[in-house]
């Protein structure tokens, strides 16, 4: 697929001017979308919480999504296709859905069509025999189109490519054009969107797709400055020499094209899934997020560990996209590293880990494959696939229909590069501490939670101030660091946190000491942070947990230390302040830990989380490495314990060979009752337990990477 919908350190985030012609608008199912103007852009109702009867049906739980990109110089394509094995592979690996490709990123078609080009070297309907064969199976066949990908209409027509602001041509991973050999990107706001909708239609009329799949629809996040892009912003209002103003222009073309390829699936399939592939990322604007909610059946989260996600992505973007009202479906590949990456197959424990976290996240999986040209499955790869897949669909009873139990919430930072690392950091923190917590924006309800974390950066307007008192009043409890919490213009706070502003930190080095009298554990030691923070003093109401050291001086030529100066003598200033609901960090101690991962800025933030959320849902003993988390169904409480180690054995990529087991893990489960049972699922063994203030204790005899412990009648 090679989407760009994924997380890095430093990389994240119709309608055309003119028409082809009216067999292609014919064909395709749609009419063109006259014009929005700026202040238009986000008036689409929210999706419906629930899909509508006689409409979608749901997902299968066991998915592969088949990806085909094929050079046309590449010869004898499909020359080792036989259907019935294609398909007799895919059901022996307990397989019950696969995505395959009506056109692929080099612009072929796979099929007999009239309005594109079969790939040159393919001589029969491998589309139309995938479909047949798979239904033979009971297997699900949603189909693949690639859209702002498509390298012969880009070599054949230059007036429909994407540009940069500066006038270059924009292309997968920045490249595109012949010295590249990338793929050049094209823009929907040109007549290729026409001939798209074609195909389009032309597949989901002459086959019976059970859904379709539109692929890498993102542009470069500054938008497109192509003429007709450029030309509309005029019209529109907008000006092409803001960033801020490309912006808003790319999600209305990206919103009007979504519509139209998506209303030509609810015309010829209205019972299909619809998905399109690229809005729904982790930092998506939160407005066009939900926006793009209306052109989806479903939510699914691409994140291939081994390629540019890694591994915090996935839990991470589940924990955000889950509660957006959608079915949501995970997607790890069957590689090494990612898409395309022929000669290789993903470690079982890897692949078993990567489906296992997809469970224990309240969604369904999925697995890429990339199709050899010759047209024949890899075995090798399932026989990987199958082991884990079948014991996917044997705990399935479990996770069909299961949510994810949280009590605390995150608010999502979307300031660059800094913002990405506060998400990940208090991610990382929450996971290593087992709490559970969804990632939420803004608009989030927030009395659905026990305690929000506002990190490091959250300065406040009014909405949100307004919004977060009548929080705090109506009993809920804050954490925030740095700047959360302050004004706009960053001189005072404007929430109840028991101090005061003064300043940003004046020094170079900035150094913590937590107070005897709140120890609580800790080390008498004086600590770094890494990053320096504000200088706060606290006032009525508040109590200083921790305090700032200065040191001996700020390097200069002539005074001279190597890393950070020593600790040399205590401030008046607070590092740590609690009131009764609040607990407040003076450094930004959130993407610090992401960034240099030391241990005492997640104690610190535990110290914290016992102040204000006392009796955590889930309490489990064991290493740092062992996550747990919590779904339901409606009358069990589901406890997901996965310990598999990702190890850093390249430069680039993180590597799980291998299963760790750990024993008799004492887990106790916070509960309005007592349960009637509680056993280990699939194994249906039973489980001693007790109940002791409020919980459900229990004992794991052993976790060998996953286990499902199942409180029945709750």
Same mark, same amino acid.
């Given at each position: 697929m090679m989407s760009q919908t994924r997380v890095s350190r430093r990389n994240l985030l119709k309608g055309s001017l003119a028409l082809a012609g009216t067999q292609i608008l014919a064909l395709a199912g749609?009419?063109?979308?006259?014009?929005?103007?700026?202040? /238009?852009?986000?008036?689409?109702?929210?999706?419906?919480?629930?899909?509508?009867?006689?409409?979608?049906?749901?997902?299968?739980?066991?998915?592969?999504?088949?990806?085909?990109?094929?050079?046309?110089? +590449?010869?004898?394509?499909?020359?080792?296709f036989d259907p019935a094995e294609f398909a007799t592979t895919l059901q022996q690996a307990a397989v019950n859905s696969i995505t395959i490709f009506a056109k692929c990123h080099h612009g072929m078609a796979y099929y007999p069509t009239k309005i594109g080009v079969q790939h040159p070297n393919l001589s029969f309907d491998l589309l139309g025999q995938m479909i047949e064969a798979c239904h033979r199976k009971d297997i699900r066949t949603p189909v693949y189109i690639s859209t702002l990908y498509d390298q012969r209409a880009w070599r054949e027509h230059g007036d429909w490519r994407a540009l940069n602001a500066d006038g270059s041509e924009e292309g997968h991973r920045g490249g595109a054009g012949p010295t590249k050999a990338q793929l050049g990107?094209?823009?929907?706001?040109?007549?290729?969107?026409?001939?798209?909708?074609?195909?389009?239609? %032309?597949?989901?009329?002459?086959? %019976?797709?059970?859904?379709?799949?539109?692929?890498?629809?993102?542009?470069?996040?500054?938008?497109?400055?192509?003429?007709?892009?450029?030309?509309?912003?005029?019209?529109?209002?907008?000006?092409?020499?803001?960033? %801020?103003?490309?912006?808003?222009?790319m999600h209305l073309v990206m919103e009007r094209t979504m519509q139209r390829l998506v209303a030509i699936a609810r015309e010829k399939r209205p019972k299909a899934t619809y998905f399109v592939n690229g809005p729904l990322n982790l930092r998506q604007d939160p407005k066009f997020l939900r926006q793009s909610l209306n052109d989806m059946t479903h939510i699914e989260i691409e994140s291939l560990p081994g390629g540019l996600w890694g591994y915090n992505y996935f839990p991470m973007a589940a924990r955000r996209l889950r509660n957006l009202g959608l079915e949501t479906r995970g997607m790890t590949g069957a590689f090494h590293r990612s898409w395309g990456d022929f000669g290789t197959v993903r470690n079982q424990a890897a692949l078993d880990y990567e489906c296992y976290s997809m469970l224990a996240q309240a969604t369904m999986c999925s697995v890429g494959d990339h199709l050899h040209p010759g047209g024949r499955l890899n075995g090798i790869t399932y026989d990987r696939v199958g082991r884990t897949y079948r014991s996917v669909a044997a705990k399935e009873p479990w996770c069909r229909g299961a949510k994810a139990v949280t009590e605390i919430a995150s608010l999502m930072t979307y300031e660059g590069t800094d913002g990405v690392d506060s998400d990940l950091g208090i991610a990382q923190m929450l996971?290593?501490?087992?709490?559970?917590?969804?990632?939420?924006?803004? %608009?989030?309800?927030?009395?659905?939670?026990?305690l929000l974390i506002l990190p490091d950066s959250h300065q406040l307007d009014n909405d949100l101030q307004g919004k977060l008192m009548a929080y705090l009043n109506g009993g809920g409890r804050l954490i925030l660091s740095d700047k959360s919490g302050l004004d706009p213009a960053g001189e005072r706070f404007v929430l109840p946190v028991g101090a005061e502003y003064m300043s940003r930190w004046k020094f170079e080095d900035q150094y913590l000491e937590v107070l005897d009298?709140?120890?609580?554990?800790?080390?008498?030691? +004086?600590?770094?942070? &890494?990053?320096?923070?504000?200088?706060?003093?606290?006032?009525?109401?508040?109590?200083?947990?921790?305090?700032?050291?200065?040191?001996?001086?700020?390097?200069?030529? /002539?005074?001279?230390?190597? *890393?950070?100066?020593p600790p040399s003598q205590p401030t008046e200033y607070s590092a740590m302040v609690a009131t009764s609901n609040t607990v407040y960090f003076a450094t930004p101690?959130?993407?610090?830990?992401?960034?240099?991962?030391?241990?005492? &800025?997640?104690?610190?933030?535990?110290?914290?989380?016992?102040?204000?959320?006392?009796?955590?849902?889930?309490?489990?003993?064991?290493?740092?490495?062992?996550?747990?988390?919590?779904? *339901?169904?409606?009358?069990?409480?589901?406890?997901? $314990?996965?310990? &598999?180690?990702? *190890?850093?054995?390249?430069?680039?990529? /993180?590597?799980?060979? /291998?299963?760790?087991?750990?024993?008799?893990?004492?887990?106790? $489960?916070?509960?309005?009752?007592?349960?009637?049972?509680? &056993?280990?699922?699939? *194994?249906?063994?039973?489980?001693?337990?007790?109940?002791?203030?409020?919980?459900?204790?229990?004992v794991v005899p052993i976790l060998a990477g996953h286990q499902m412990v199942v409180f029945e009648g709750v």
């Open positions: 749609g009419e063109q979308a006259t014009a929005q103007s700026p202040t /238009d852009q986000y008036t689409v109702a929210a999706p419906p919480t629930t899909p509508e009867k006689g409409h979608y049906t749901g997902l299968p739980f066991r998915h592969i999504h088949l990806d085909f990109h094929t050079s046309p110089a +590449i010869t004898g394509v499909g020359k080792d990107r094209l823009c929907v706001n040109t007549p290729y969107l026409d001939y798209l909708s074609a195909m389009a239609g %032309e597949v989901l009329t002459n086959y %019976e797709a059970d859904g379709i799949f539109y692929d890498n629809f993102l542009y470069d996040p500054t938008g497109c400055s192509c003429a007709a892009c450029v030309a509309e912003r005029e019209h529109l209002g907008f000006d092409s020499r803001k960033q %801020e103003d490309r912006v808003k222009h996971t290593q501490l087992r709490h559970q917590f969804d990632l939420i924006d803004a %608009e989030a309800d927030f009395n659905k939670y026990k009298s709140e120890r609580n554990g800790f080390p008498h030691m +004086i600590e770094i942070a &890494y990053e320096t923070g504000a200088a706060v003093l606290p006032v009525s109401g508040g109590t200083s947990i921790a305090r700032c050291w200065r040191a001996y001086f700020d390097k200069e030529y /002539d005074h001279f230390q190597v *890393e950070q100066t101690i959130f993407r610090t830990y992401a960034r240099f991962g030391y241990s005492f &800025y997640r104690d610190l933030v535990a110290n914290a989380m016992r102040r204000l959320l006392a009796d955590p849902l889930i309490v489990a003993e064991g290493p740092s490495t062992m996550q747990a988390t919590v779904t *339901e169904q409606s009358s069990r409480r589901i406890v997901h $314990l996965l310990n &598999y180690i990702p *190890e850093r054995r390249t430069p680039t990529l /993180d590597i799980v060979e /291998d299963v760790n087991p750990l024993r008799d893990v004492k887990i106790r $489960l916070r509960m309005s009752g007592r349960p009637a049972k509680v &056993y280990l699922a699939p *194994e249906r063994q039973d489980l001693k337990f007790t109940c002791v203030n409020g919980y459900a204790e229990t």
